[in-house]
């Protein structure tokens, strides 16, 4: 009787060890054949977004959780994405199925610094995607995920383009300029961001990616040294920055309380505020001292945590709309 009930103990053992082998087994055989078919998440069906009416351009802030990811979409129907979220599966899904709705006539990527809840995307897309060309700042190409960027680029025929300090995407009647980092020798992983002032029909939308204070702060300095001398320092040729002007501001580094702060926002006093941040996040993000100092200068504050993809419609008589959805 005893040595039975030992020998059945024994089965029970061995099964429960041969089925926890299994549901391991299974689960690597599961992220290898997603990873085998993730060419096919092009085939997900598109959202149900709307047309854009002639001469529009549509800024759409996705959201990727605590992460970041923009599509600006431009007057000719190409699109430009400003990073491209975290990398995780959910996220790639939402901008490839984001992005099958707007239907591109090419897509180029900005890739604003090396952090992975900005970059964790690009290679998936570089992969899933026909991108046209990659933009990077000018940071060390030595930083591992630059270099598997520029390889996975390189593999698909991608063209990359570092992004330098007044350097210019323009295109159908808008444009971009890059107002920092200054040079390849920054150490600080926020304050390398690609910082990028966008301009079409008279509106201005301020990138802010993830710098700090003390970024804003020399921006800031700068920005009086020149208009004191009567020259502006961050035109580049015929591309005018006016941060004085700026409409839009994304909101940097996710609404942190090191960002936002009040002599930059009290130079910017954009209208409207978009923070890219995700929902109960351990980060604290945003900020109440950030959002209380964006209130301050009158900004109307809009959260993906909140109220998922944003997306701003620029008309051509300069004039713009807010509008936001789950997906």
Known sequence: MIDNEYKRRGRLRLLRKIAGLLVTVSLIVGIGVWNLLSPFRTYLPAYAIGAREEDEVRIHFLDVGQGDCAIVELADGSVLLIDAGDGAWQHDNHIQRYLRALSPTSVSIVVTHADSDHCGGVSALLRDQRVETVYMPVLPASLGVYEEIGERA??????????????????????????????????????????????????????????????????????????????????????????????????????????????????LRPATAVISCGQGNTYGHPAGAALDRLAAVGADIYRTDELGDIMVTISKSGTYRTEYHYY
């Open 154 to 267: 390189a593999a698909n025929g991608v063209t990359v383009r570092t992004l330098t300090r007044y350097g210019v995407i323009a295109g159908a009647g808008a444009y971009f300029v890059c107002i920092s980092p200054y040079s390849v020798d920054e150490t600080d992983s926020n304050d390398s961001s690609a910082v990028l002032f966008f301009s079409y029909a008279g509106v201005n939308v301020l990138f802010g990616g993830d710098i700090t204070e003390a970024r804003e702060s020399r921006l800031f300095d700068e920005q009086l040294l020149f208009e004191a001398l009567g020259d502006d320092l961050f035109d580049s040729g015929p591309y005018k920055v006016r941060l004085r002007e700026t409409d839009i501001l994304k909101v940097s580094h996710h609404g942190s309380a090191t960002s936002s702060s009040a002599a930059w926002l009290g130079l």
